[in-house]
């Protein structure tokens, strides 16, 4: 079945750029989502990116698509207190599809 | 006010007892999921209903009953809670047309904790 795969944790310091990684199985998939959940919140759509594009940027975020090898990323420039979360890669059509969260921590 | 709610947001309760879960959506949407968070395991599909008519299993739906009781509301039980069900439940809305993005809406999610 579908499978989303990202690792658990990153920690940046302050200022930095941070990139967090994905890989996913379901090559059909018309759209691929980054989602942030901050602390006590549900989760809430950072970004997406059309299956036929390679690269969106928006402000401080970058998204690169590898279509070829499956493989989603997102990165921070800049990385802000404020940018600790948890990021979640997704993909899927009518049914939504999500990895297990990557924990973006900030070092001073 | 908020556009997707879920109450109770907290629930303290025994092994065997029923419990529902419930979740109001404002937004006219009308695809409605429900999530169970684990740490460690993400976000993963419960039940999810494409209209009031259409309910459909996902991928853990053993031990849970859901009801579709109007466009805004989708409620789901838990008809003998056990203690691998503590987590932290979400309910989600999305309004999907004609090749648009499934951007989710969720809610702030409930904490159920079964001892």
């Known amino acids: 079945g579908e499978d989303v795969e990202q690792s658990l944790f990153l920690s940046v310091r302050e200022g930095d750029s941070s990139v967090i990684n994905c890989t996913y199985t379901?090559?059909?998939?018309?759209?691929l989502y980054w989602y942030k959940q901050e602390p006590g919140a549900g989760l809430q759509l950072l970004t997406y990116?059309?299956?036929?594009?390679d690269m969106k940027q928006d402000q401080r975020l970058t998204v690169l698509l590898n279509k070829k090898d499956k493989h989603l990323s997102l990165r921070i420039a800049d990385t802000q207190t404020g940018d600790s979360a948890i990021y979640f890669c997704?993909?899927?059509?009518?049914?939504?599809?999500f990895g297990k969260g990557t924990r973006l921590h900030i070092l001073p | 006010d908020a556009d997707v709610t879920q109450t109770p947001r907290n629930r303290i309760t025994k092994t065997g007892k029923r419990i529902m879960l419930e979740c109001s959506q404002t937004k006219g949407h009308d695809r409605m999921y429900w999530y169970r968070q684990d740490p460690g395991l993400g976000l993963r599909l419960i039940y999810y209903s494409f209209d009031v008519k259409d309910i459909n299993k996902g991928e853990i739906s053993d031990g849970y009953s859901v009801s579709r009781q109007a466009q805004a509301k989708f409620s789901l039980s838990l008809e003998s809670a056990i203690p691998n069900q503590t987590a932290l439940y979400f309910c989600?809305?999305?309004?999907?047309?004609?090749?648009?993005?499934?951007?989710?809406?969720f809610g702030p999610g409930t904490r159920l904790t079964v001892l």
């Open positions: 989600a809305t999305s309004d999907l047309s004609g090749g648009e993005k499934n951007e989710q809406f």
């Open positions: 379901d090559s059909s998939s018309t759209y």
């Open positions: 997704a993909e899927g059509d009518d049914k939504i599809i």
């Open positions: 990116i059309f299956s036929n594009m």
